[in-house]
């Protein structure tokens, strides 16, 4: 199996059978405001009932000391041996599916129920002190970033990997990855197999329930509800390309594969997961290397100098400017111009925005108006 996120041949379970197309997402952390919008929006709609009391399929996080379920990052990278990379950015450690016991498909393990008691843990607490009026002394030492996490609907899903009833697939037309609860008899091999901890087990249905990618929407072209009703714009979901002929005219493509400016989470997992996070600028990169992976810097870069890129800013500017799924864009002089799957043109968005002044005095209606521009 090759991974093109660790640049090497992998272990796993089953022979590949890629999707014709793959979901995939884009986060920018540096705009999340941590409002949690998109988890109430994911959790009215798909997770209101018995049982599902603590299953967030979207939850956001503050880091580095938030996590939910508790330490379902930590636990595992304190596992997984030699998680280097080496130079030319290939992964010379373990993945999850390389480092098991005998008789184990995965290497994985079980939050416990009280795990998932506490969802905003570490919630806006930074790393060290903030010394008195550091504040208004420009860039200081102290830091802390949102991180939203859903399914990643991995290319080689460990979820899926797991399940002895084979109850978990990939599905063809979009490479969401879905459970059949008529075929899951809940052994929670997937909530311990999951590296990300995107598999959730209903005490009351018996069962385990995972994130849809919202299929129903996408199947009518509409990108999904934690997408579409995010208050800070920091995402966009689209299909990726494969990864050897990246489109220029794919936002997605664009931003994740030809300017490599977001990065999978914890990519020495293994999964190859297709969310793909900016990751924040102002954070330490030797933390944010073991999060994104060796790219980190290069990444942070091109971030910074995006008003010089055209077109990668137009990609940008489309967030959360249409409810549908953008296919293809084009970076017009003064419009960034995104376009559905037959061509047709969905959004128009401005790089700079009109400024109207209105006058003082309004003579039509007979009124003054204050602070007006
Ligand atoms: S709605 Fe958007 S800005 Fe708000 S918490 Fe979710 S991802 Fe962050
Ligand atoms: S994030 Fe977890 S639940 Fe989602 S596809 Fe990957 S392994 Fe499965
Ligand atoms: S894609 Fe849909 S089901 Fe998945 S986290 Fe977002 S809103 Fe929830």
Redesign the pocket.
């Known amino acids: 199996m090759n991974n093109s996120q660790l640049k090497r041949k992998m272990e796993y379970p089953y022979e590949e059978a890629k999707p014709r197309r793959q979901i995939a997402y884009v986060f920018d952390t540096n705009k999340c405001i941590a409002c949690q919008t998109c988890t109430v929006a994911c959790k009215t709609t798909w997770t209101a009932g018995r049982g599902e009391e603590t299953i967030f399929f979207n939850n956001v996080e503050t880091k580095p000391y938030g996590g939910y379920p508790l330490r379902w990052d930590v636990n595992l990278l304190r596992e997984l041996k030699n998680q280097r990379w080496s130079a030319d950015g290939s992964y010379e450690g373990s993945t999850i599916f390389e480092q098991t016991a005998p008789g184990e498909r995965v290497r994985g393990w079980r939050p416990a129920e009280r795990d998932y008691a506490y969802p905003n843990i570490g919630e806006d607490e930074v790393v060290g002190m903030l010394e008195k009026g550091a504040f208004f002394n420009g860039m200081h030492g102290s830091w802390m970033f949102y991180l939203a996490r ?5 290319s ?6 797991a399940c002895p009833r084979k109850a ?1 697939y ?1 599905r063809e037309e979009d490479g969401i ?1 879905l459970i059949d609860q008529s075929r899951c008899r809940g052994y929670k091999e ?1 909530v311990k ?7 959730f087990y209903n005490m009351v249905t018996r069962v385990s329930e ?2 849809i990618g919202c299929y129903p929407l996408i199947e009518k072209g509409e990108q999904p509800r934690c997408v579409t009703t995010c208050i800070g714009k920091i995402r966009m979901q689209g299909f990726m390309e494969d990864a050897k002929e990246p489109r220029k005219d794919n936002p997605i493509d664009m931003i994740v594969r030809i300017r490599k400016v977001a990065l999978p989470l914890y990519p020495q997992y293994g ?1 190859q ?1 297709n ?1 793909y996070y900016v990751p924040p600028i102002h954070v330490p990169s030797d933390f944010l290397m073991q999060m994104f992976g060796p790219s980190v810097k290069e990444a942070v870069a091109t971030y910074r100098n995006i008003y010089d890129d055209r077109e990668l800013l137009a990609a940008f500017l489309l967030f959360g400017n249409t409810t549908k799924i953008i296919h293809s864009y084009r970076a017009e002089d003064h419009f960034a111009v995104g376009y559905n799957e037959l061509g047709d043109e969905i959004v128009r968005i401005p790089y700079t925005e009109p400024v109207h002044v209105r006058a003082y005095y309004d003579e039509k209606i007979g009124t003054y108006r204050h602070n007006t521009p």
């Not at 859903?150 to 991995?154: A, G, L, M, Q, T």
């Not at 197999?193 to 598999?199: E, I, W």
Request: proline residues 11%.
């Open positions: 859903i399914c990643n609907h991995c080689y899903p460990a979820c899926l990997a978990i990939k990855v997937c197999a999951c590296p990300y901890k995107k598999t995972k994130c999964t997961p969310v």
